[in-house]
């Protein structure tokens, strides 16, 4: 009955979350697949990767899957996925092929994938990852956010770090699409037949097979996501989750806390954004232990993720035990890899992102939680390195502030990419200089960048333009200040007589007969010492 | 019937002639079409002719000779063209049901190679479907017949592409060979049928039987002709991820140079497997006691693992075919059953209508092999047996150059005579070996059987990319012997 209740309950409320992993124990491994964009053409033919395009264009006898056509493996995507193990810690297989995972699907044009199995190119490594904020309190079994022994603490943001094991990653192809006609919004029930396009298909796709050492929704959250940061850094794919070039699937189960047997997992699938992923697990946490609560058990199935109506759903008709029949695939020769050829791979990887933060944290002594913000994500990295590099070491932090406040709130209310953005590195470290030096406030910062923003003019010609360069002359400025006092004697005895909470009306009011134009350091000094 | 009679022509003299001015490309294509005009109605080998292809090809020949350039090695040269094999402007059934309206999108690396060294392609040769059979028994088409008897089977799976060459339609053709289905048909048809090493020919295009079993490879009626044909065929191909960078040699140069000091091998265990014909036998010992005399070293060998090669094979092979044949599902090609239900009915429909008894057996044969719980007490296994017959190979090859088996144990038998699926399987039982061991091996006419009248085959083996020895072993035996069979049919025409 409970279950029953569950199936249509609306959004899951946080504290519920909480009270179930007070009880239970969650256990949970992803598997994430990212196509490798990095590359030119597909796996096994010469047909270019890229996203969309008019349907089947961009396909060939091989990725058709015709009679007679073979495939010819496309060596920089190994290189990619090995490159790709070497920074998440795996082991490299010295010897690796590709298997044949046999299944019909319309999608699929030769109703088998190629892909790997027991050999895969890479296995065993990890990534560490840092939970701190609101996610911290998933973590019940730490006793809350600062007392907790296990994972390496972070003391000081009540964080904790977690490592997560990499149980492999290999290479095998995608799929078509299958876009369905007829029925709602494209869904396969109600269609009156369905079309398939081969454009993705072939298409290079690294699937990481994550160790069950993920215990909360945050953690599979934050694991995702460096994942997402350390592909970006090494250039290997876009990673967008929203194009599906990065898919995350989930298998989470429950057990009582003390428990050592697995639970019955359920593999949830359909999550298109972190937060999808971070809810969907969570609810599927809750509607499990739900079920357990009253009895109850879980049945092993996939279900889908709703973003929309924020809840899973398992596949109506019955699942079928799926029996792929790997085999070695004999259209390729087994691969032997030099050691030394992995080894010079893994001598030139780029920085990745935790040395990257740790080096923005010593070299320009930002905070954590900017060098981490900044880091995270690659092409805002080299956008903030590009700035500073202009701007000066001195001036990184007011870089990254203005990258994390008005660029950021700038790139978020446009919807659009660093990459997009018509402010430049060159345009935010030329700001940052005018605010330095003193031509400009602060405040008037605010309105060269909203200019820039949509312009894309440089900031000293919006400076220049609009007249908005900064008084800072003293005698100027104590000129005004003067004739401010004399305006409003009354005020003025006020302050004289202890109410120094006048300050601020004596400066907005010097503010407002320059027109804004002074240096407000230089105003607040005079109107004090005038007053005084 | 036109002037010229393709069947006392080797590919070499209709290239010489054409290059002396004696007669055209155009009508050499045209003489094989009169060939087929007045035989094929019989014998059945082409299931599609391709003239616009074959004329067109012809008068670029034409045009190049009167141009004065240098013609290519096969220029005029007609020759049939398996039905498994992709070329534009063409149908590529598989004499299969499945693919009876699909059309190629491209062209075979092996196909497109023999077209740019100037041969005709004049049709679409017979076989079983998808290659699975020994006689043209299980084409969807009907039967090829054996142009030295129509009551029985030329052998398979490349019957057409033999029969068009034992009945003089075309000078060459090509066959693909997974356990058998070049050098069987060959024997069974007194022609010279070659297997090449695994990897000596793209496969890019050849639609997978066996996928690490398929070589395509020549018919001919000499080991000359053959020679000139792999060697147009052969090499590396970027589109064939197994296809070897092996160099490829003049296989039509120094045929000549005799076996003198070779070291030949008679596999005397594969010789006395129950089964094989007493002549047969005893062809081999005279075949081994020609090269004697023409200063060879002849010595025995055995090949005890080669005893496990049916039963690996019809797990590999079958397995492999399973999953190559997946593709066959009406979605995108080939036949679609009318009206399903859902798809899985559609996949179920279409398999069920468009494929063949025997495909059908061995799709489940090798989905079995491959299934949870029996991949290693089927596949594994055979897997293992492969192993040691590489390894047997590997042993017999450092003692010898090539070895002798018959290429079948018993000539060309009646339709409809092997009604069980075994003791047809059995007929490949000295090819299979083979093409498990990745080795090449041709089947050469080496005599005709005293009670039916039809010929008998020898097979020689090579060691992996020693075609040029195997060849010039070949063309020793065949010089020595001096036998040139010509179908009785064939000499009916007269001409
Ligand atoms: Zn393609």
Same mark, same amino acid.
């Given at each position: 009955?409970?279950?029953?209740?569950?199936?249509?309950?609306?959004?899951?409320?946080?504290?519920?979350?909480?009270?179930?992993?007070?009880?239970?124990?969650?256990?949970?491994?992803?598997?994430?697949?990212?196509?490798?964009?990095?590359?030119?053409?597909?796996?096994?033919?010469?047909?270019?990767?890229?996203?969309?395009?008019?349907?089947?264009?961009?396909?060939?006898?091989?990725?058709?899957?015709?009679?007679?056509?073979?495939?010819?493996?496309?060596?920089?995507?190994?290189?990619?996925?090995?490159?790709?193990?070497?920074?998440?810690?795996?082991?490299?297989?010295?010897?690796?092929?590709?298997?044949?995972?046999?299944?019909?699907?319309?999608?699929?044009?030769?109703?088998?994938?190629?892909?790997?199995?027991?050999?895969?190119?890479?296995?065993?490594?990890?990534?560490?990852?840092?939970?701190?904020?609101?996610?911290?309190?998933?973590?019940?079994?730490?006793?809350?956010?600062?007392?907790?022994?296990?994972?390496?603490?972070?003391?000081?943001?009540?964080?904790?770090?977690?490592?997560?094991?990499?149980?492999?990653?290999?290479?095998?192809?995608?799929?078509?699409?299958?876009?369905?006609?007829?029925?709602?919004?494209?869904?396969?029930?109600?269609?009156?037949?369905?079309?398939?396009?081969?454009?993705?298909?072939?298409?290079?796709?690294?699937?990481?097979?994550?160790?069950?050492?993920?215990?909360?929704?945050?953690?599979?959250?934050?694991?995702?996501?460096?994942?997402?940061?350390?592909?970006?850094?090494?250039?290997?794919?876009?990673?967008?989750?929203?194009?599906?070039?990065?898919?995350?699937?989930?298998?989470?189960?429950?057990?009582?806390?003390?428990?050592?047997?697995?639970?019955?997992?359920?593999?949830?699938?359909?999550?298109?954004?972190?937060?999808?992923?971070?809810?969907?697990?969570?609810?599927?946490?809750?509607?499990?232990?739900?079920?357990?609560?009253?009895?109850?058990?879980?049945?092993?199935?996939?279900?889908?993720?709703?973003?929309?109506?924020?809840?899973?759903?398992?596949?109506?008709?019955?699942?079928?035990?799926?029996?792929?029949?790997?085999?070695?695939?004999?259209?390729?020769?087994?691969?032997?890899?030099?050691?030394?050829?992995?080894?010079?791979?893994?001598?030139?990887?780029?920085?990745?992102?935790?040395?990257?933060?740790?080096?923005?944290?010593?070299?320009?002594?930002?905070?954590?939680?900017?060098?981490?913000?900044?880091?995270?994500?690659?092409?805002?990295?080299?956008?903030?390195?590009?700035?500073?590099?202009?701007?000066?070491?001195?001036?990184?932090?007011?870089?990254?502030?203005?990258?994390?406040?008005?660029?950021?709130?700038?790139?978020?209310?446009?919807?659009?990419?660093?990459?997009?953005?018509?402010?430049?590195?060159?345009?935010?470290?030329?700001?940052?200089?005018?605010?330095?030096?003193?031509?400009?406030?602060?405040?008037?910062?605010?309105?060269?960048?909203?200019?820039?923003?949509?312009?894309?003019?440089?900031?000293?010609?919006?400076?220049?333009?609009?007249?908005?360069?900064?008084?800072?002359?003293?005698?100027?400025?104590?000129?005004?200040?003067?004739?401010?006092?004399?305006?409003?004697?009354?005020?003025?005895?006020?302050?004289?007589?202890?109410?120094?909470?006048?300050?601020?009306?004596?400066?907005?009011?010097?503010?407002?007969?320059?027109?804004?134009?002074?240096?407000?350091?230089?105003?607040?000094?005079?109107?004090?010492?005038?007053?005084? | 019937?036109s002037?010229?009679d393709l069947s006392?022509?080797?590919?070499?003299?209709?290239?010489?002639?054409?290059? =002396?001015?004696?007669?055209?490309?155009?009508?050499?294509a045209?003489a094989a079409y009169a060939r087929i005009e007045a035989l094929d109605g019989d014998v059945h080998a082409f299931?599609?002719l391709?003239?616009?292809?074959?004329?067109?090809?012809?008068?670029?020949?034409?045009?190049?000779? =009167?141009?004065?350039?240098?013609?290519?090695?096969?220029?005029?040269?007609p020759a049939g063209?398996?039905?498994?094999?992709?070329?534009?402007?063409?149908?590529?059934?598989?004499?299969?049901?499945?693919?009876?309206?699909?059309?190629?999108?491209?062209?075979?690396?092996?196909?497109?190679?023999?077209?740019?060294?100037?041969?005709l392609?004049i049709g679409?040769c017979?076989?079983?479907?998808?290659?699975?059979?020994?006689?043209?028994?299980?084409?969807?088409?009907?039967?090829t017949?054996?142009p030295?008897?129509?009551?029985?089977?030329?052998?398979?799976?490349?019957?057409g592409s033999a029969a068009c060459v034992a009945a003089g339609m075309t000078s060459i053709s090509?066959?693909?060979?997974?356990?058998?289905?070049?050098?069987?048909?060959?024997?069974?048809t007194?022609t010279?049928?070659?297997?090449?090493?695994?990897?000596?020919?793209?496969?890019?295009?050849?639609?997978?039987?066996?996928?690490?079993?398929?070589?395509?490879?020549?018919f001919?009626t000499?080991?000359?002709?053959? =020679?000139?044909?792999?060697?147009?065929?052969?090499?590396?191909?970027?589109?064939?991820?197994?296809?070897?960078?092996?160099?490829?040699?003049?296989?039509?140069?120094?045929?000549?140079?005799?076996?003198?000091?070779?070291?030949?091998?008679?596999?005397?265990?594969?010789?006395?497997?129950?089964?094989?014909?007493?002549?047969?036998?005893?062809?081999?010992?005279?075949?081994?006691?020609?090269?004697?005399?023409?200063?060879?070293?002849?010595?025995?060998?055995?090949?005890?693992?080669?005893?496990?090669?049916?039963?690996?094979?019809?797990?590999?092979?079958?397995?492999?075919?399973?999953?190559?044949?997946?593709?066959?599902?009406?979605?995108?090609?080939?036949?679609?059953?009318?009206?399903?239900?859902?798809?899985?009915?559609?996949?179920?429909?279409?398999?069920?209508?468009?494929?063949?008894?025997?495909?059908?057996?061995?799709?489940?044969?090798?989905?079995?092999?491959?299934?949870?719980?029996?991949?290693?007490?089927?596949?594994?296994?055979?897997?293992?047996?492969?192993?040691?017959?590489?390894?047997?190979?590997?042993?017999?090859?450092?003692?010898?150059?090539?070895?002798?088996?018959?290429?079948?144990?018993?000539?060309?038998?009646?339709?409809?005579?092997?009604?069980?699926?075994?003791?047809?399987?059995?007929?490949?039982?000295?090819?299979?070996?083979?093409?498990?061991?990745?080795?090449?091996?041709?089947?050469?006419?080496?005599?005709?059987?005293?009670?039916?009248?039809?010929?008998?085959?020898?097979?020689?083996?090579?060691?992996?990319?020693?075609?040029?020895?195997?060849?010039?072993? =070949?063309?020793?035996?065949?010089?020595?012997?001096?036998?040139?069979?010509?179908p009785?049919l064939v000499?009916?025409l007269?001409?």
């Open positions: 009955m409970l279950a029953h209740i569950h199936e249509g309950s609306p959004a899951l409320a946080k504290d519920r979350l909480t009270e179930v992993l007070i009880r239970y124990e969650a256990v949970i491994g992803l598997e994430i697949h990212t196509e490798i964009t990095a590359v030119n053409t597909k796996m096994f033919c010469g047909c270019p990767v890229a996203f969309g395009g008019e349907p089947n264009t961009r396909v060939c006898p091989v990725c058709l899957g015709m009679p007679g056509a073979l495939p010819v493996p496309n060596e920089a995507a190994i290189e990619w996925t090995v490159i790709a193990g070497l920074a998440t810690e795996c082991d490299i297989a010295l010897w690796s092929q590709f298997h044949r995972k046999q299944y019909f699907y319309p999608d699929m044009p030769k109703d088998y994938q190629i892909s790997q199995y027991d050999l895969p190119f890479c296995s065993g490594g990890f990534v560490d990852i840092e939970v701190d904020g609101d996610g911290v309190a998933e973590r019940a079994d730490l006793g809350g956010a600062l007392a907790f022994v296990g994972p390496e603490a972070v003391p000081e943001d009540g964080g904790y770090r977690a490592r997560i094991g990499i149980t492999r990653i290999h290479l095998e192809e995608d799929t078509g699409k299958m876009v369905h006609v007829g029925g709602s919004e494209g869904r396969i029930a109600g269609a009156t037949h369905s079309l398939v396009d081969f454009n993705r298909a072939g298409t290079p796709l690294m699937e990481l097979v994550s160790e069950p050492d993920i215990r909360t929704p945050e953690e599979a959250r934050r694991f995702a996501q460096k994942l997402r940061s350390i592909w970006l850094a090494l250039g290997v794919s876009d990673c967008s989750m929203e194009e599906g070039s990065m898919r995350v699937d989930a298998n989470v189960s429950v057990r009582l806390r003390g428990a050592t047997g697995l639970g019955t997992k359920s593999e949830v699938k359909n999550m298109n954004s972190f937060k999808s992923l971070h809810d969907a697990i969570a609810y599927e946490i809750v509607r499990q232990a739900d079920l357990l609560d009253a009895g109850s058990r879980v049945v092993q199935e996939t279900r889908h993720w709703d973003a929309g109506a924020k809840r899973t759903s398992g596949l109506r008709s019955k699942e079928e035990a799926h029996d792929y029949r790997y085999f070695p695939e004999p259209d390729m020769v087994p691969f032997s890899f030099d050691p030394a050829w992995i080894a010079g791979l893994a001598e030139s990887l780029p920085e990745l992102p935790d040395a990257r933060r740790d080096r923005y944290m010593a070299e320009f002594g930002l905070p954590k939680h900017d060098a981490a913000a900044l880091s995270a994500e690659h092409a805002l990295a080299c956008y903030f390195e590009d700035a500073v590099a202009l701007a000066g070491t001195d001036r990184a932090r007011l870089v990254a502030n203005w990258m994390l406040g008005d660029l950021a709130a700038h790139l978020n209310a446009e919807g659009i990419e660093i990459g997009s953005s018509r402010v430049t590195a060159a345009m935010l470290a030329e700001l940052v200089g005018l605010i330095e030096d003193g031509t400009i406030s602060g405040k008037q910062a605010k309105e060269v960048f909203a200019d820039a923003a949509v312009s894309g003019d440089a900031p000293g010609a919006i400076v220049e333009a609009r007249g908005m360069k900064q008084v800072s002359d003293t005698s100027a400025i104590e000129a005004v200040v003067r004739n401010v006092i004399d305006a409003h004697p009354d005020e003025a005895a006020n302050y004289r007589a202890g109410k120094t909470g006048l300050i601020g009306f004596f400066v907005g009011q010097v503010m407002r007969e320059m027109r804004g134009q002074g240096n407000p350091a230089v105003v607040n000094e005079v109107v004090r010492r005038l007053l005084g | 019937m002037a010229i006392a022509l080797s590919a070499h003299q209709v290239r010489d002639s054409i290059a =002396a001015g004696e007669f055209t490309a155009r009508e050499a045209e299931l599609q391709t003239p616009e292809l074959a004329f067109a090809a012809a008068d670029r020949v034409d045009t190049a000779r =009167a141009a004065g350039d240098e013609l290519p090695s096969l220029a005029g040269v063209i398996k039905d498994n094999m992709n070329l534009i402007g063409t149908r590529t059934t598989c004499g299969s049901r499945m693919l009876e309206n699909y059309e190629s999108v491209y062209d075979c690396t092996a196909v497109r190679r023999l077209l740019d060294a100037g041969a392609p679409k017979n076989m079983d479907e998808f290659a699975f059979g020994s006689s043209t028994e299980n084409s969807a088409y009907g039967p017949h054996n030295w008897d129509l009551a029985r089977v030329p052998g398979g799976s490349s019957g090509l066959g693909s060979d997974t356990g058998g289905s070049i050098r069987q048909p060959g024997a069974l007194g010279v049928a070659l297997k090449p090493t695994y990897g000596r020919v793209s496969r890019y295009g050849v639609v997978a039987f066996g996928s690490s079993l398929d070589q395509i490879g020549p001919g000499s080991v000359d002709d053959v =020679a000139l044909a792999l060697e147009a065929i052969s090499g590396a191909d970027s589109m064939d991820a197994t296809s070897s960078s092996e160099p490829v040699g003049s296989y039509a140069d120094g045929l000549d140079q005799g076996v003198r000091g070779l070291r030949v091998g008679i596999v005397r265990d594969m010789l006395d497997l129950e089964g094989c014909g007493a002549e047969i036998r005893a062809s081999v010992d005279m075949a081994a006691e020609t090269f004697a005399a023409l200063g060879a070293e002849v010595g025995e060998v055995e090949l005890p693992a080669t005893r496990h090669g049916l039963a690996a094979y019809y797990i590999i092979g079958p397995a492999e075919a399973s999953s190559n044949l997946a593709r066959f599902d009406g979605i995108r090609y080939g036949h679609r059953a009318a009206d399903p239900a859902d798809v899985l009915d559609l996949y179920m429909r279409s398999r069920a209508e468009g494929f063949g008894p025997e495909t059908i057996r061995r799709i489940m044969l090798g989905t079995y092999a491959l299934s949870a719980g029996y991949y290693d007490a089927y596949y594994g296994q055979a897997q293992k047996a492969r192993t040691l017959i590489i390894e047997d190979f590997r042993a017999a090859f450092e003692r010898f150059d090539v070895l002798l088996t018959p290429t079948t144990p018993e000539v060309a038998f009646r339709f409809g005579e092997k009604s069980d699926p075994y003791t047809m399987y059995l007929n490949d039982v000295y090819t299979i070996p083979v093409n498990l061991a990745g080795n090449c091996a041709i089947s050469v006419p080496s005599g005709l059987c005293s009670a039916s009248g039809m010929p008998i085959g020898l097979q020689i083996i090579g060691d992996h990319f020693a075609e040029a020895t195997l060849l010039r072993a =070949a063309a020793a035996f065949e010089e020595a012997t001096g036998f040139d069979p010509v009785p000499n009916s007269g001409s």
